[in-house]
């Protein structure tokens, strides 16, 4: 195993982590109901993936 010499800088380590970022998640509109829904995921509201019904949605009965 090799053994660092000399500790690392907070400049050098900082420059070395300065690519890590987090990213705004890409959002689409669902194709059945039109709401806002994450990429490759079921639509939370209707449950339609891809123009398919993945999810039954209990209807609310008032």
Known sequence: MA???HRT???R???RRTH???EVPTIALC???GS??????VCPECG?????LII???SVEV
């Open 3 to 5: 053994h660092p010499k």
């Open 9 to 11: 800088s907070k400049q």
């Open 13 to 15: 380590k900082h420059k």
């Open 20 to 22: 890590y970022k987090a």
């Open 31 to 33: 194709s059945n109901c």
């Open 36 to 41: 806002a829904v994450l990429y490759h995921r």
């Open 48 to 52: 339609y993936y891809r123009g398919r």
């Open 56 to 58: 039954e949605k209990a």
